[in-house]
């Protein structure tokens, strides 16, 4: 690979990451919405990029995972504030909001991305080789792991109600409440990914992104409609100069954050809210900093490491709906583009991390000045107007069942991460051998 | 332990099962899962189903627009009293306070068994996250009351042992449970005594094992139609792998603070626990998970059909495949050495030089500890506080 080639890559890659920090002020909008976008551009504009070569677009999309997924929690965390009746208990970033340190929250998750970024661009070099052995071994496995997780989360649905009811009989209605409706959400999204899996009725041009209506009305429009519907104002935040911070908060929040990304990259259909629930859990993290710090590396490490092990020779493994999608214009070939896309990761993760410090000030800014509830609405109406240029009125349809499916945990205050088992389920039932049989069952074939 | 280092034990109890990972390899089982499923079955019985079922005789809900510690310890102090003078055992709810989603008042109960008393106090709010109150958008942390009704104390006349520990702070999820139990002449304190109760006892694991038996024996009798399917290698293998996650759930919780009904339904007593580790020991759960996690890919390896692996210490052996018993004792060995051993060794000797290095936080006095103990045995059925949403 030529200097005016890597030079090219690399403006193309900062492009994509000053792409992402834009799309990043859209709260509820995920990466694999953008890329899904970028790639229905280029496909409708195909002579357009005719002459372009498909290791730059590559690094365009890779400079706007790395950026995507070092910001875009920023405008959630700003522009989502939480209602205490669509909650049960808060998560450590919201009450960092209510504590007037939003801004400290922002910078205790870019540490964690800090570390995931070091990590991808020292470690994983060095491990990766051996990556494609792992593989090997747990590839007859990776089933019945997908499996374990299922029933992991199954059995952990726990009871909200702290049993202050009078009889037997009140307490365990009261406390198997929350848990039903869990089951509840677990069944119905299940069905919604074996329909989306096996009778989807999105477009056939379309295809490729059946799941993108899924994903955004399970979690981006309800997250969107509870902001809009909330009565509640946050105060003043305070821009702090330092942050407090134990090394040991450090250590042990990454450590759970890289075991969640890795463990998500390397399992088909994890992602990382119950990658991170099990590392969590077996790391024993402890306090609100090494809960954001973790959650700030295993965002990184699932989103851009997973993208890594795409490019990674001897590995090549596609998953992730971005690695999904750049293998469909671009099939790694050389070591030399590993090394320029391990490379250029480094460059726009650190670039992303400076600029994390301002971007956060301005997205505080900009909530000082518009009503958050106006942006979640324009954010809506953007999601929208996303699913239906991509997938037709048919994924507005998918969307609005999904939507519905997903505002049950905010009512029920049951877990949102049930509500994963659209992909989980599909996948485990595909590859334990039972996939066909169960959709045939449901009336999906 | 908390949950997943049960689900993880169980999991790893069922690789050992040669029946189970053939299957699971050959014919994608579904076998293993009962290891997980039931290694966790005994946290998910008492948690989601036990702790409804216990019977309250008295509870205590202190007024969130009228505090008054009087009321708690006069509380705690009768139902001492009651069991004494009945002869009865007299079970106690102490309700938690919940202000808000984020916001929990606390309150605290001693009960001293030489001076006979119950101290309460009306504590601080705290945070779902069991941090303190503070910040500018809380209230006042602290209530603005008389001092006789923030703490106060109550007396009770009987004889009291209370083995456990010494301060109770009610804060949040769902708050703590007694008994007071007269036993040889005396009042005996259990702590959340309907957790590790029935639903960890050896005899449940057993039942649910020849459960698990003959459901299996009679799917494979009316596939087959041979009663010999009750005593087939699946069959067996499906009962030992119920049963010893079960067992291997109780054995990992004998080494907590807390002990389990080992003996029921003959004697409802629960053991005390060994006291080596409690269930939020981070060292206890993390060597837990590594070691059930290199169980697991340790027999992933030995049964893989199509990567064949040499450890170094067994490359020079004529015969080199897992069938063999030499190749295998001697593999497993350089395994362990290599591969959990020397990992858990630099994972303790790290943590061991950061200690040195850098002064950690330390509990206050042991009974602290202690307590800390008690309420994380207390909660580790409560898995959802570290909950990542979504996607």
């Not at chain 1, 450590?255 to 259909?269: E, H, K, N, R, Y």
């Not at chain 2, 079955?41 to 008295?58: A, E, I």
């Not at chain 2, 004529?318 to 395994?335: E, I, K, M, R, T």
């Amino acid at each position: 690979m030529d200097f005016s080639m890597i030079l090219q890559c690399t403006w193309v890659a900062v492009a994509g990451m000053a792409l992402a920090a834009v799309a990043s002020l859209i709260p509820g909008l995920h990466i694999y919405n953008v890329i899904a976008l970028t790639m229905v551009i280029v496909f409708t504009v195909e002579e357009v990029f005719a002459g372009v070569d498909p290791m730059v677009l590559t690094c365009f999309l890779v400079g706007l995972v790395v950026g995507f997924s070092m910001l875009f929690t920023i405008s959630s965390q700003f522009f989502q504030p939480c209602d205490d009746s669509a909650r049960y208990i808060m998560l450590p970033h919201e009450k960092f909001l209510f504590d007037r340190r939003g801004h400290e929250a922002v910078l205790l998750a870019s540490v964690g991305s800090l570390v995931a970024i070091l990590f991808i661009g020292i470690i994983i070099p060095i491990i990766g080789p051996h990556m494609g052995f792992v593989r090997e071994i747990l590839r007859p496995h990776l089933y019945w792991i997908i499996g374990a997780v299922i029933v992991f989360l199954l059995m952990t649905e726990w009871p909200k109600d702290p049993g202050t009811g009078p009889t037997v009989a009140t307490r365990m209605f009261d406390g198997w409440g929350s848990i039903l409706m869990g089951y509840l959400c677990f069944l119905l999204s299940s069905a919604l990914g074996i329909f989306t899996f096996y009778r989807t009725t999105i477009p056939v041009d379309a295809a490729f992104q059946s799941l993108m209506p899924v994903f955004v009305g399970l979690f981006a429009i309800p997250s969107q409609l509870v902001t809009i519907l909330a009565a509640v104002a946050y105060p003043k935040q305070h821009v702090a100069r330092s942050v407090e911070l134990y090394g040991e908060d450090v250590i042990r929040g990454s450590a759970s954050g890289l075991l969640a990304g890795m463990f998500a990259s390397m399992t088909p259909s994890m992602t990382p809210g119950p990658a991170m629930l099990l590392s969590g859990h077996a790391t024993v993290t402890g306090g609100d900093r090494q809960f954001i710090i973790g959650g700030g590396a295993g965002r990184v490490m699932y989103y851009v490491g997973a993208l890594l092990f795409f490019f990674m020779p001897g590995v090549f493994l596609r998953r992730g709906g971005a690695a999904i999608n750049i293998s469909l214009v671009f099939i790694p070939e050389t070591e030399a583009q590993y090394y320029v896309i391990t490379g250029l990761i480094a460059l726009t993760g650190g670039l992303s991390f400076l600029l994390m410090f301002g971007y956060s000030r301005m997205v505080l800014w900009i909530a000082s000045k518009v009503n958050y509830k106006l942006i979640s609405a324009a954010g809506m109406a953007v999601m929208i107007g996303l699913v239906y240029h991509v997938t037709s009125w048919q994924g507005l349809v998918i969307m609005t069942a999904a939507t519905f499916l997903g505002l049950i945990p905010n009512y029920w205050h049951t877990r949102r991460i049930t509500l994963l088992s659209v992909l989980l389920v599909p996948m485990f039932l595909n590859m334990s051998g039972l996939g066909s049989d169960v959709a045939r069952w449901l009336g999906f074939m | 332990m908390k949950g997943i280092g049960h689900f993880l034990t169980g999991m790893a109890v069922a690789t050992c099962f040669p029946e189970a990972m053939r299957a699971t390899v050959g014919e994608n089982s579904l076998m293993l899962l009962l290891g997980g499923a039931f290694g966790l079955l005994p946290d998910t019985l008492d948690f989601r189903v036990g702790r409804y079922l216990w019977k309250h005789h008295r509870t205590v809900t202190p007024d969130l627009a009228n505090l008054d510690a009087r009321v708690v310890a006069n509380a705690v102090a009768a139902a001492i009293d009651e069991a004494a003078t009945t002869g009865k055992r007299v079970h106690l709810k102490l309700h938690t306070l919940k202000v808000s989603a984020n916001y929990h008042r606390t309150y605290s109960i001693r009960i001293d068994e030489e001076a006979r008393t119950v101290t309460a106090k009306i504590g601080p709010l705290k945070t779902m996250g069991q941090a303190m109150g503070g910040g500018g958008s809380l209230p006042r942390s602290i209530p603005d009351l008389p001092p006789e009704q923030l703490q106060a104390v109550a007396s009770f006349s009987a004889n009291v042992d209370n083995p456990y520990h010494a301060e109770t702070t009610v804060a949040i999820f769902s708050g703590p449970d007694f008994a007071f139990v007269p036993d040889n002449g005396k009042i005996r304190v259990d702590f959340i005594p309907w957790h590790r109760t029935w639903a960890h006892s050896p005899f449940l694991g057993l039942v649910c094992g020849l459960l698990g038996w003959l459901v299996y024996g009679l799917i494979g009798l009316s596939t087959t139609g041979d009663p010999a399917s009750f005593f087939s290698a699946r069959t067996l293998t499906v009962f030992g792998i119920i049963t010893l996650a079960f067992w291997a759930h109780t054995l990992v919780d004998q080494f907590g603070v807390l002990g389990s009904e080992l003996l029921w339904p003959f004697s409802g007593r629960r053991s005390a626990g060994f006291g080596w580790t409690h269930a939020a020991s981070i060292m206890g759960n993390i060597t837990l998970n590594i070691v059930c996690v290199a169980v697991m890919i340790w027999n992933c390896v030995v049964f893989s059909p199509d990567v064949k692996v040499v450890m170094p210490w067994a490359a020079g052996l004529s015969v080199q495949s897992f069938s063999d018993p030499l190749f295998y004792v001697v593999s497993a060995l350089n395994y362990l050495v290599y591969w959990i051993l020397a990992p858990l060794a630099v994972l303790f000797g790290g943590v061991a030089l950061y200690g040195r290095l850098v002064p950690r936080r330390r509990p206050a006095s042991e009974e602290v500890a202690l307590q800390d103990a008690a309420k994380a045995e207390e909660e580790e059925g409560l898995d959802g506080p570290g909950e990542f949403s979504g996607d």
